[in-house]
């Protein structure tokens, strides 16, 4: 296929520098954004003077012939042609003549590429922060269907005091909530128009280019062209957004994983959400949160990928730039994947408030309830403390539980102890005791929730102001 820059060139590309320079087998995703970019640039065109209307009508029309090609699948990408711009462009040209040269008038693929790239990034911004959303109301479903349900709460991973679990998914879902919150920063930085920057210093023709910004629904240009052809930075800030994301998710899924194991047996996993072993028969395994876990490596490789490729590059677009999609299109398909099977897994996930509450009568999580009990009756804390732990080293030579033990035998360590003690460390007393401001007893997590609905009612209101600029 003859090149659309071959006039200087005496020779062929060897067909493997072809192979290895292209980019057309990951940047036809963008072909949609790359049409309706060349559309709102040959309406420009026409409107300042530099090609007839005539000329921008049959420009356009080609375009969406091609479009509908591409999407009814006869158009056939050709790796000689480079990437999306030129496969499209040649394209235009074999279907309308040569007008279709026209169109690369005061443009350059280094403005171009920046253009489908934000557009398209935009685009699944939006996608993936309805997806956070829905993760966040699947939270708020399972909280809402265990919502008395106890579980030890962990530091270090051994047992530190009891909690509700309503109050420990609650905690995902502010992670979330700041995750959403995030993405919008990454929105409003990516919304910025990038065409008419040219291949580096603007161009000769009396372009506008606040009117294609207005066309494509940006709602800010590039102040600066050779900002504009080289920045990268939004990339850089989904991929940061993104690998906080996977941290989180792969937070929970550590935790899935642990809860849904034998030793621990606080949740089952629906059978929808599993695999099993080709050689135990036994085994029902919780791939989904294993895989969660592990493709958040790949997300944070990406982040680092793209500020090493950027780290030492001269203004203004350097070849090194065509590496930015690749992670980038990776990145995106990982969230969106990974949230959408966890918010379907979470919905079917059985929560067994039996064995959560069961560990609780053998452990010693309600020992900080006893010595607040201490303190409430005038001892100081530190000496509360000390009295507690000898308690409890009583008990693990007497192989007993706190709760096991009689009034006579506390009173052997202090006087102040009463009958009142056995109710205080009760595990619902422990739970219901936390009551200040954000903690885990049965009031503050009903407060937690009025705010994270809150919350997704404001969530929703920037859910719809993204859809108010689609393309
Ligand atoms: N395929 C290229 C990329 O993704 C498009 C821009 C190419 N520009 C150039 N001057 N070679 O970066």
């Avoid at 033990?405 to 506390?410: I, P, T």
């Amino acid at each position: 296929m003859s090149k659309l820059w071959g006039g200087r060139f005496a020779k062929n590309t060897d067909v493997m520098v072809e192979e290895f320079t292209s980019s057309i087998s990951f940047d036809q995703r963008m072909y949609r954004e790359d049409i309706a970019g060349s559309i709102a640039h040959a309406r420009m065109l026409a409107k300042c003077g530099i090609i007839d209307t005539t000329e921008a009508e049959t420009i356009i029309d080609g375009l969406q012939a091609i479009l509908a090609d591409i999407e009814n699948g006869t158009f056939s990408f050709e790796v000689s042609l480079e990437d999306i711009h030129m496969n499209i462009e040649k394209r235009l040209t074999e279907r309308i003549g040569a007008v279709g040269g026209k169109l690369h008038t005061a443009r350059s693929r280094n403005d171009q590429v920046a253009l489908d790239t934000h557009m398209y990034l935009k685009k699944e911004i939006e996608v993936i922060a309805g997806l956070i959303a829905d993760m966040q109301q699947a939270i708020l479903d399972v909280t809402e269907k265990y919502p008395r349900a106890v579980m030890p709460g962990y530091t270090h991973l051994q047992r530190a005091q009891p909690i509700l679990f309503a109050h420990h998914m609650l905690a995902y879902f502010f992670m979330l909530a700041r995750d959403f919150s995030r993405l919008k920063g990454v929105w409003e930085r990516t919304d910025m128009m990038p065409l008419g920057a040219g291949a580096l210093a603007g161009t000769t023709f009396p372009i506008d280019r606040h009117f294609v910004a207005e066309q494509l629904h940006f709602s800010q240009i590039y102040e600066n062209s050779m900002d504009a052809v080289s920045d990268r930075d939004y990339i850089m800030e989904f991929l940061s957004f993104a690998s906080i994301l996977m941290m989180h998710l792969s937070r929970i899924s550590e935790e899935i994983i642990l809860w849904s194991s034998s030793e621990f047996s606080f949740i089952e996993l629906d059978d929808a959400h599993c695999t099993g072993s080709s050689i135990m028969p036994q085994k029902k395994n919780p791939d989904v949160a294993e895989l969660v876990r592990g493709k958040t490596g790949r997300v944070f490789g990406h982040l680092m990928a793209i500020l090493t490729v950027s780290k030492g590059l001269p203004l203004a677009y350097n070849k090194d730039l065509q590496e930015d999609k690749e992670g980038l299109f990776d990145a995106i398909d990982t969230v969106k994947f990974s949230l959408t099977t966890y918010a379907s897994m979470l919905r079917a996930m059985r929560v067994n408030e039996n064995r959560m509450r069961s560990v609780l009568r053998n452990d010693f999580s309600n020992a900080t309830d006893m010595a607040d009990y201490l303190v409430k009756k005038g001892l100081p804390f530190r000496q509360a403390h000390e009295v507690v732990g000898k308690c409890v080293a009583y008990c693990i030579e007497q192989q007993k539980w706190l709760m096991d033990v009689s009034l006579e035998e506390f009173k052997s360590f202090s006087e102040l102890f009463e009958q009142d003690i056995l109710e205080a460390i009760q595990i619902e007393t422990c739970v219901d005791a936390r009551n200040s401001y954000g903690g885990t007893s049965s009031v503050q997590v009903r407060q937690e929730i009025t705010i994270a609905r809150k919350m997704m009612d404001k969530q929703r209101m920037v859910l719809d102001m993204y859809t108010k600029g689609n393309i």
